[in-house]
């Protein structure tokens, strides 16, 4: 793998420690999305990045879970799972985050009921992030749609 490359997958794994993901899952992130293969092997993710067993299958587990790279098993080799990025799955954790801010508001809204005036300066930043969800989740929910799900409407439309 070059240096470019090389490069790009340590960028990657320090953006997704930020957001909590292990290195290794991180790791695997940054060579699934710079490298031109669509598929690996649990072989090959292990000897490409030069990770454990136990780590590379610790990593895959946790990135299945939330959906950011899912798995197919070719008829040719059953016993063998090739894992890719989940194009799906990384629009439904944006879904789920954008969703979480609304719930955010929401208990924060009825944090603001329950509290007194004591704490005004904490009331007020309570207020404030009410205001900025207000302002940002529909914004993002509207791109969410328009970048992902409408597209994706549009390319199927064109290839039938």
Avoid: C
Wanted: proline fraction near 2%.
């Amino acid at each position: 793998m070059d240096t470019k490359r090389q490069q790009l997958i340590e960028q990657t794994v320090e953006l997704y420690k930020q957001i909590g993901y292990s290195p290794i899952a991180g790791r695997i992130m940054g060579l699934l999305n710079v490298s031109e293969q669509k598929y690996f092997t649990f072989e090959q993710l292990m000897e490409t990045l030069q990770i454990s067993k136990s780590a590379t299958s610790k990593a895959l587990k946790f990135l299945l879970e939330i959906n950011e790279i899912d798995f197919i098993i070719k008829p040719e080799n059953t016993r063998r799972r090739y894992f890719y990025i989940s194009g799906k799955g990384s629009v439904k954790s944006m879904e789920v985050w954008s969703n979480s801010l609304l719930l955010r508001k929401q208990i924060l809204e009825k944090i603001l009921q329950v509290r007194s005036d004591k704490n005004q300066e904490i009331n007020d930043f309570i207020k404030q992030m009410i205001a900025f969800i207000d302002d940002v989740y529909p914004f993002i929910t509207d791109k969410i749609q328009e970048h992902f799900v409408e597209n994706k409407l549009e390319n199927n439309n064109q290839n039938k």
